[in-house]
């Protein structure tokens, strides 16, 4: 079966932080095509310690493709300690007070309401991630890898019914290039057979000038081993598109590469009409698979 690298999933799902208390966890993750895994990770500051496991999930499961990951929670204070004061922020303001008023000779006094508009006075401080937690987060990511594989497998589904219609119509061209050829060599022995015998070539062995004269202008145009060579490829390719392994566009792309070399050698070595136009076709096929085969994980 083939995979795209293209594919989209989205999911909220409730997360236990403690016995008591749930928040709600969104995962988005969007995959788009690469050569490689690549990822963009943006996480809510408290799950950025996570990030290097995510993406070591992330390409174990999905192989190829940019990953762009999204995870937030509903409420980040659930992973902070509770509210103190900041004693030494307090004092340190308190001290600089009295010094002011002594030095200026200032009146008044500072109360709770003064406090309370400090800058920084009360910390919370961000807690780690326990065990736990950890856990359902990685399941549930784990959980949306898959449902996403699922949708690139859909779609990837749909590029093999494409990519059986075009080989399908490669196959249909190089049998009439190999039809067209047939009659194009039997026309270029008779063609040479006549002007031989106009020819006069006495005192010389004419078999076998005949012979060398014949093989070498007819083996120019001799695209014999290039259209097996071709349907070679194709069925290459075609037994590919059906192999169970999880990685094959790179070596689709390779062979899409021998079949445009191999076409293009066809049209080089044998120029005429017919054969030129069943070749323009294939080569259009052989441009759109490989449109195509660069979004194949």
């Given amino acids: 079966m083939l995979s795209s690298m293209t594919g989209f999933v989205s999911r909220t799902l409730n997360l236990s932080v403690s016995p008591s208390e749930t928040v709600q966890l969104t ?13 963009t990770c943006r996480l809510t500051p408290v799950l950025s310690s996570l ?3 995510l993406i070591k999930r992330g390409k174990e499961i999905l192989s190829r493709g940019h990953m762009y990951l999204t995870m937030n929670v509903s409420n980040p204070n659930c992973f902070k300690s509770d509210v103190t004061l900041s004693l030494s922020t307090v004092k340190g303001y308190l001290d600089s007070l009295t010094k002011a008023q002594k030095v200026f000779g200032l009146s008044g006094s500072v109360n709770v309401s003064d406090i309370l508009h400090i800058p920084n006075v009360f910390i919370s401080e961000e807690l780690p991630v326990n065990d736990a ?29 494409d990519f059986k219609k075009r080989t399908a119509i ?5 049998t009439a290039i190999e039809k067209a050829f047939e009659i194009v060599h039997q026309q270029a022995k008779k063609d040479l057979e006549t ?15 005949q012979g060398l004269m014949l093989y070498s202008e007819l083996d120019k145009i001799d695209i014999h081993e290039e259209i097996v060579r071709f349907n070679t490829h194709l069925k290459s390719f075609a ?16 062979i899409l590469q021998e079949l445009a070399r191999e076409i293009n050698t066809i049209v080089s070595k044998c120029p005429h009409s017919p054969i030129s136009t069943f070749a323009i076709t294939i080569k259009v096929e052989i441009e759109k698979c490989r449109e195509q085969v660069q979004n194949i994980v």
């Fill in 51 to 53: 990030e290097t496991d």
């Fill in 27 to 39: 995962i988005a993750i969007k995959t788009l095509n690469s050569r490689f895994f690549e990822s």
């Fill in 239 to 254: 037994t590919l598109l059906e192999a169970k392994q999880d990685e094959k566009g790179r070596q689709l792309d390779f």
């Fill in 170 to 174: 490669m196959a249909e061209h190089i």
């Fill in 195 to 209: 002007k031989l015998t106009t020819v006069n070539q006495s005192g010389v062995d004419h078999t076998a000038i």
């Fill in 133 to 161: 937690v950890r856990k359902q987060i990685m399941d549930d990511f784990t959980q949306a890898l898959h449902a996403l594989n699922k949708t690139r497998a859909a779609e990837g589904a749909s590029l093999l019914i």
